[in-house]
């Protein structure tokens, strides 16, 4: 399919103002590398794609994400129905799905690139998909804010996978690796605790930028149909599903791996807060970030 493939021959329409559009023209299972180098390049443009009527088995699924880089199961997570190493499978019929905004596995010290994820079935009605924008949510930010957010990292953990033990510590505001643009980088789901800040100064300011990123006009939702793929950049992008749907609703995934998160020079130059002579009183997450930051060498 390569040799017969032009970039200009996709028909490519825009879903809303900051992130998120639709692509056809081609069909993903036999995608080679001009394609994907295509793909790679609106990617980068608009943050979210979605290509529908595919038609993609498991292991063309697979083999198309392993174009963009090595793959990764989920960590915490079984699949309800198809064993493979490199494929997430979440089935619902009523509820269970990912209701809470959410960037994938930042709770691992090299988070998602990207993930590709394809409707294998969905409800007639409900169960669409928001993604808003980590570039759009920092730009709109007072240029005092932006200042000082870019100067402190968070704590993030798998509590909601029931895997407490797993955390790391990304910047709230990092840099991406491919087009330089800055992008708010804290989630409701994963994000528990602002190193930098006393307990009562960090849940202030996470219940802001947390709130904040998922401002409407920062957004995109998508209204599913059966065999539509979507891709979308994890450093730059969180998500959130409807939880408004009777019916079965199975997605597979594939998980792109192996990038580390990096803020601007001045992340991290403060203190942690937390040190061992504060933690008579601690909560939880005082506690689970003086062992972590041990654990690395900070504390």
């Known amino acids: 399919m390569s040799g017969q493939f032009e970039a200009q021959d996709l028909q490519v329409v825009r879903l809303a103002g900051e992130l998120g559009a639709e692509v056809r023209g081609l069909q993903l299972a036999q ?8 793909i790679r390049a609106l990617l980068l443009e608009h943050l979210v794609l979605f290509f529908p009527d595919q038609t993609m088995d498991v292991s063309e699924h697979v083999e198309f994400g ?12 079984t699949n309800p129905f198809t064993e493979h190493p490199e494929l997430f499978e979440l089935a619902a019929t009523r509820g269970g799905v990912a209701d809470e905004w959410h960037t994938d596995i930042t709770f691992e010290q090299e988070p998602a690139v990207m993930s590709i994820l394809h409707m294998v079935r969905c409800p007639e009605v409900g169960g669409d998909t928001m993604w808003t924008s980590g ?4 730009d709109g930010l007072s240029e005092p804010m932006k200042s ?8 993030h953990d798998a509590l909601p996978h029931k895997r407490a033990d797993k955390m790391a510590v990304h910047p709230v505001v990092r840099v991406h690796p491919e087009t330089g643009r800055r992008a708010l980088y804290v989630n409701e789901h994963f994000t528990r605790r602002i190193v930098e800040l006393s307990a009562p100064e960090s849940e202030a300011l996470l219940q802001f930028l947390t709130r904040w990123v998922t401002s409407p ?13 979507a891709m979308w950049d994890n450093r730059c992008t969180q998500h959130f599903v409807l939880n408004d749907f009777e ?16 803020g601007l020079p001045e992340c991290g130059a403060w203190e942690p807060w937390v040190r061992a002579d504060r933690l008579t009183a601690a909560s939880r997450h005082d506690r689970q970030l003086f062992e972590y930051l041990k654990s690395v060498g900070r504390a």
């Open 217 to 229: 006009r920062f957004t995109v939702r998508y209204r599913w149909s059966a065999g539509t793929v």
């Open 31 to 38: 995608a080679g590398e001009a394609e994907v180098e295509a």
């Open 247 to 262: 019916g079965e609703r199975i997605i597979q995934r594939v998980t792109v791996v192996g990038d580390r998160p990096e």
């Open 135 to 138: 570039y759009a949510a920092y």
């Open 148 to 155: 000082f957010c870019c100067g402190v990292t968070a704590l």
């Open 66 to 77: 392993r174009q963009f880089g090595a793959l990764a199961g989920h960590p915490n997570l």
